[in-house]
């Protein structure tokens, strides 16, 4: 019996289109996430967006009355509330287009299907050198300096 390889080719382009519209619709749903929260006293209002990265900040006038190590902890404290309700209407967008044993939260947060052990950095064998950062000589006020100056020429020398 011969097999139509247009028809296979055909129902395999339809599912692929299918399947990007999903994740385009996905996205633009994670890119419309913008989640709000006011502290309790109404003195901060922390907006972040789906990943949780605080993207707008108000502060109330009487927010400046706090004392300053105060009104970090209201800031810290609205911003995390805004980020975990903001993680959950990511989670819920992206759920229709995961399988059923798929953790959202764990895709979200790279994670997926990776154990511990394996988000860990090998440790290096004992007696392998640390790699340590080389050190950036800053210069002094009396050093020259080439920033502005070009070794290229126009013309005969």
């Not at 994740?23 to 901060?44: F, H, K, P, W, Y």
């Amino acid at each position: 019996m011969p097999t139509n390889h247009r028809d296979e080719v055909a129902q395999l382009m339809a599912d692929y289109r299918r399947g990007r519209e999903q994740l385009a619709s996905v996205q633009q749903a994670l890119r419309a996430i913008a989640q709000s929260m006011t502290s309790a006293d109404g003195l901060v209002t922390a907006t972040v967006d789906s990943a949780g990265t605080l993207v707008a900040l108000r502060l109330s006038d009487e927010a400046y009355r706090l004392r300053p190590t105060d009104l970090a902890d209201v800031i810290v404290h609205t911003t995390r509330a805004a980020a975990v309700a903001a993680g959950e209407r990511a989670r819920q967008a992206m759920a229709p287009v995961l399988p059923a044993d798929a953790d959202p939260e764990a895709l979200l947060t790279g994670r997926a299907d990776l154990t511990e052990d394996e988000l860990t950095p090998p440790t290096p064998p004992l007696g392998t050198p640390a790699i340590r950062p080389r050190a950036v000589r800053q210069p002094d006020d009396d050093d020259e300096t080439y920033e502005d100056a070009t070794w290229m020429r126009r013309g005969k020398a």
